[in-house]
Each structure stands twice: as structure tokens, then as C-alpha cells.
């Protein structure tokens, strides 16, 4: 009736209003505000208009996608671990087989034990490459011959193409481009070393050499391009470039500096951003626009201030229904090599067929690229629906039942009988990594042996 309507249109005002200023205090929490400002400064411009507005704004189209926009990255805050950002820290546990309890947590004083700010690979390799726009300092950029091409004698080998024919110089200067050599040294018995230079240039034109800083995908990245730079012969050149590098590193530490006040932060970012365009030309993100490709010049890296250790009485409880799985995955990665396994053979016979010279491991990688990711029938999605009936087999799912309930110990004997492999198809396959949450109200509740474990993926 209409005394419910009523009832029911303040209650509704009531959770709206309440909602309203809890919405206003997350962005105006400086932990919030800090986080933004690594994921995306330009956020700022809704949570500042929100907090400026107040909970009781009139609620239209631009004011709930302001909260709308808070709410997701809240969200996410909420929810996600993850090691970049300094919301849900990782940790590592240690797993020890003797302990008698099942979880031991030892909480820190803070959230987080270490937070670190890093360059993204992106930001080191264009400084890199901008100081190899002067030809001076890449002749100490060591050459290497392409992985999928071998040089034998004056022949240069190709996948499924005949061979290259090179000329004298051609083959000294490739047998010398081992990515480890600098160009300088790669040149220096020529007769004319500075047509050794423009011969290096002419083959990373044909892209039959890399010819860059070779900076690796990882942490180490900066401390090698700081490498590189160190063994320049050229003094003012080895000064110069490694004054530009100590100028980023400098804004760098500015930015991790800044941790813990976001306005701080977000001028350090700004700052850091200027001093790069300035030194090398280039824009300080990278493919901005794209969907998770507008990476910014360096990220905050951190852990946990919490030690944990995972005892006897919870490894045991996980061990028979993760041997279910992984009994499972051992049969998957061999399905897979005997799959493969045959597919390459059956390459590797059509091309012994054509020739009775060695098969080259060049070739057949060539011809088998469809093999793992090409557009049609794959060996791979044979095994795949092989394995889903097996499953289902396993699991009896020919009904429409919403909810399926087993035991690991009835399990055991049909798995070993449908998932029989003695060992795993390759090398690794006998890695692994379960995503296991455990649910339960609190570290005591998990010793007490109330908690259920989910398996996110394997």
C-alpha cells in the first residue's frame, strides 16, 4: 500500500545518502588517492569533483559515474593481490612438512615490508635506443646474428629458404656478431673499419643481425644498459650518456620518495615524465590509448610485511583433492607430447623426404608454427576435448545437476584409471601452480579446522 511505499522510498533515501558520503570518503582516503595516481592521475579529476561536491550533490548522470568510477577501483583494491601497486602486497610463505599447526601468521608493523619503484623495460630500451641515434655510441652496441639463422662458412642458413650466398666480408663480420661483441671490436681488423660500421647497418637493414643495446626483459635491465654505458671507450660520450641516466634515475628516486602522499607522488610523476620527453624526445607512455598498453615510465613493486607459515595439518587436507588435479595435469602434458610428439614426426619425415641433407631444426620450427597457433584443427584441441570427457566421465555429469559433490578419497582409484601417466610429457611439466584461497573468518578459525579451500585455476 501506499504506507509502504513511503517505508520503502526513505529507506531507499536513507541507503542512497549513506552510500553517498562512504563513496566520498574512499575518495578522499590518501591510501585511495595515491593508488590512483600510480594506476592513472587522470581519475583524480573525478574523485577530487566528488569530495569538492560533497554527499548530499544532486544525483545525476555525471555524478554517478564519478561514484561508479571510485566503487571499480575500490573494487579492485579490494579484491586483487598483486606484487605491483602497494594495495593487496604479496608475500611468500614458507611450507614446512614438521610443523603441527596448520597456519602460523606473524603479522609485521605496517602493510607493507619493502616497496620498491622500478622502470618499465620500455622507458630503459628508448634511452637506450635514443643514445643510439648517435652512431658513435652504437658501434659499442654488440651485433648478434638472428637466433633462427646459422652461418656456415660464406652460406647463411634460412628456414625453408635456400641458402645465402655472402660475400668475404659479409661472413667475417657475422662470424662475429655474437651479441656479446661490441661493433667497434666486430670491425676493427677490417681494412676500413668505417665500412665495416655501414655493412653492420645494411644487415640489420636485411634483419639478418640485432643490432641494439641488448637489454634483457627483467629487473636487471637498467643495471645492464648502466653496463653497456660503462664500457663506451669514448670518455665524453660514456660521460654524457651516463649523465642522462642518472638524471632518470634521479627522478626515479623522487618518485618512490614521494610514497605515502599522493600529492607528492603526483608531481614527482610529472617531474619524472618532463625530464624524460627533455632527454630523449620521446613520449613518456607507451601506445597510450590501448587497453593495458599505455604503460607509464616506471612502476612501485612490493611485499607484504607478514610471515606465514603453511603446517602439516593443512598440506595434508590439501594433498589427496590436489593429487586429483595434478594426477590429471600429469596425464594432460603427456597427451599433449605424444600429440606433438607424433605431429613434428610426421614434419620431420616430409622433410627428410625432399632431401636427403640433415633436417635443419630451423625448418622444422618454420613448418610448425601452425601447429601451436595457427587458426585451424591443432593436435592441442584434440587432447582438449579428450580431456573434457574424461572429466565428465570422472565427475558422472550427465545430468543438469547445479551442484556436484565427491570425495577424493572415491576419486582416487577412477583418476588413476583415467588420467594414466607415469611421468610428465616434458621437462617442466611437472610445474605447476594451483591458485588456492582459503575461506575462512580468521587465522584461528583455519587451526581450528573450519575453512574450505577453493582452487581458482591450475
Given amino acids: 500500500g501506499r504506507g509502504d511505499a513511503e517505508v520503502f522510498d526513505k529507506a531507499l533515501a536513507g541507503a542512497i545518502a549513506a552510500g ?44 554517478r559515474g564519478r561514484e561508479r568510477t571510485v566503487l571499480r577501483y575500490w573494487q579492485r583494491y579490494c579484491a586483487k593481490n598483486e606484487t605491483i601497486g602497494f594495495f593487496g602486497p604479496v608475500c611468500w610463505v614458507a611450507l614446512d612438512a614438521d610443523a603441527r599447526q596448520a597456519l602460523d601468521v606473524r603479522t609485521g608493523a605496517g602493510l607493507l615490508r619493502e616497496r620498491r619503484v622500478f622502470f618499465e623495460g620500455w622507458a630503459m630500451s628508448a634511452y637506450a635506443d635514443h643514445l643510439a641515434a648517435d652512431p658513435r655510441v652504437r658501434r659499442w652496441w654488440p651485433p648478434a646474428l638472428m637466433p633462427h639463422l646459422t652461418l656456415r662458412g660464406r652460406e647463411l642458413l634460412r628456414p625453408m629458404q635456400p641458402p645465402l650466398v655472402l660475400s668475404p666480408a659479409e661472413a667475417a663480420v657475422l662470424a662475429r656478431c655474437d651479441g656479446r661483441t661490441p661493433a667497434i671490436e666486430v670491425v676493427a681488423d677490417l681494412a676500413r673499419p668505417e665500412d665495416g660500421y655501414l655493412l653492420l647497418e645494411r644487415l640489420a637493414e636485411r634483419e639478418l643481425i640485432a643490432w641494439d643495446a641488448a637489454l634483457p626483459s627483467t629487473h636487471a635491465i637498467e643495471g645492464t644498459l648502466r653496463a653497456r654505458i660503462t664500457a663506451i671507450g669514448d670518455p665524453d660520450l660514456r660521460q654524457r650518456a651516463l649523465t642522462g641516466l642518472d638524471r632518470l634515475r634521479t627522478a626515479r628516486d623522487a618518485v618512490a620518495a614521494a610514497a605515502g602522499d599522493p600529492d607528492a607522488l603526483k608531481t614527482a610523476l610529472a617531474a619524472l615524465d618532463e625530464e624524460f620527453t627533455a632527454i630523449t624526445g620521446a613520449p613518456p607512455r607507451r601506445r597510450e590509448g590501448q587497453m593495458y598498453a599505455g604503460r607509464t615510465l616506471c612502476y612501485e613493486d612490493t611485499a607484504r610485511d607478514l610471515d606465514v607459515t603453511v603446517g602439516a595439518p593443512l598440506l595434508d587436507d590439501l594433498a589427496p583433492p590436489l593429487a586429483v588435479i595434478l594426477t590429471a595435469a600429469r596425464w594432460l602434458t603427456a597427451a599433449l ?95 605447476h601452480s594451483p591458485d588456492l584461497q582459503i575461506c575462512a573468518t580468521d587465522v584461528d578459525a583455519i587451526n581450528r579446522g573450519d575453512y574450505q579451500v577453493v582452487l581458482g585455476e591450475l
Avoid: H
Fill in 20 to 63: 553517498a558520503g562512504k563513496i566520498c570518503d574512499i575518495a578522499a582516503d590518501p591510501l585511495v588517492r595515491e593508488a590512483v595516481t600510480w594506476q592513472n592521475p587522470g581519475v583524480l579529476i573525478a574523485l577530487d569533483g566528488l569530495v569538492r561536491r560533497g554527499p548530499q550533490a544532486a544525483r545525476n548522470a555525471r555524478q
Fill in 337 to 431: 607430447a605424444d600429440a606433438y610428439g607424433k605431429a613434428l614426426r610426421e614434419l620431420y619425415d616430409d622433410l627428410r623426404e625432399d632431401s636427403d641433407a640433415p633436417v635443419r631444426l630451423a625448418d622444422l620450427m618454420s613448418l610448425s608454427q601452425g601447429l601451436f597457433w595457427g587458426t585451424g584443427r591443432r593436435p592441442a584441441d584434440d587432447v582438449a576435448e579428450e580431456f573434457t570427457r574424461r572429466w565428465e566421465s570422472l565427475f558422472g555429469l550427465e545430468g543438469d545437476d547445479t551442484r556436484v559433490q565427491l570425495s577424493a578419497a572415491d576419486l582416487a582409484g577412477p583418476v588413476a584409471r583415467l588420467f594414466p601417466a607415469e611421468r610428465p610429457g616434458w621437462s617442466t611439466g611437472r610445474l
